[in-house]
């Protein structure tokens, strides 16, 4: 196991990739502490489900967008498995429309939960990894940062805020031996992404060229490489886990 012992915390755990990422860490043998916001019976259920396959998982409730209560969940996970080493910010939302008709609360609800929970969680932790000489940070970023649809003003401005994010923190840290990475996926097949998905059609696998829609374990999968040996001299990087839909290939 790649990751046996280490603890690991992973913002929007419940549900969609935040879920596969808990069940990937934890396969490997890390100890995962997951924050979720509202859904307390899917949280409920994969700690459950983790701790039937001999894996260990923390559930704990709170709002990403608060400073206050990410302290406390990294404060909480310290306390249970005597350390972290891993954070895998994944929470993040969407409130669509087009600019003209985006109003100030839609706005500044993505970009607090999706940009301020990155932030919250890096600065709760980045301290910690540093006096530890080691630490891995993993942002769930989107392509959507660099391709951009229509009415995603707001959530395209916070991922390719998370990307600058990265890239700036990852040189701060370099030299305690903390890596700082992200992740950018294309259209993975989630309750997130659903709308967007039944708006296109089949439009979307034809854009991709592997001709499907990505599973939430094509980028949990990712994240466990990130967060585990293999990856020690990777920092600062936007890693795009899409199916080549940013290629731009026209349709055949």
Not at 70 to 98: P, T
Not at 128 to 151: C, E, L, V, W, Y
Not at 224 to 244: K, R
């Amino acid at each position: 196991m790649k990751l046996k012992d280490q603890g690991a915390l992973v913002t929007g755990g419940s549900r969609g990739i935040g879920r596969a990422i808990v069940k990937a860490l934890a396969a490997e043998g890390a100890k995962v502490a997951f924050v979720y916001k509202g859904s307390q019976q899917a949280a409920e259920s994969l700690a459950a489900e983790v701790a039937e396959l001999g894996g260990v998982a923390l559930a704990l409730q709170a709002d990403v967008a608060s400073l206050e209560e990410a302290q406390k969940c990294a404060e909480r996970a310290e306390k249970e498995f005597g350390r972290i080493d891993i954070l895998v910010n994944n929470a993040g939302i969407i409130r669509d429309d087009l600019f003209v008709r985006l109003e100030p609360e839609a706005w500044h609800s993505v970009l607090q939960t999706n940009l301020g929970g990155t932030y919250n969680f890096c600065r709760a932790l980045a301290y910690t990894f540093m006096k530890q000489r080691r630490g891995r940070i993993i942002n769930i970023s989107s392509i959507a940062a660099d391709h951009a649809n229509p009415g995603q003003c707001n959530y395209a401005a916070s991922k390719g805020a998370i990307n600058s994010l990265t890239r700036a923190l990852a040189v701060e840290l370099a030299s305690r031996g903390v890596t700082v990475n992200a992740v950018a996926p294309g259209f993975i097949e989630t309750d997130m992404s659903e709308a967007v998905r039944n708006k296109a059609g089949d439009l979307i696998k034809k854009m991709i060229p592997m001709r499907r829609l990505g599973q939430p374990e094509d980028i949990a999968r990712m994240v466990v490489f990130l967060a585990g040996p293999d990856s020690s001299y990777i920092t600062g990087q936007v890693m795009v886990v899409d199916g080549g839909l940013g290629l731009g290939a026209a349709p055949v």
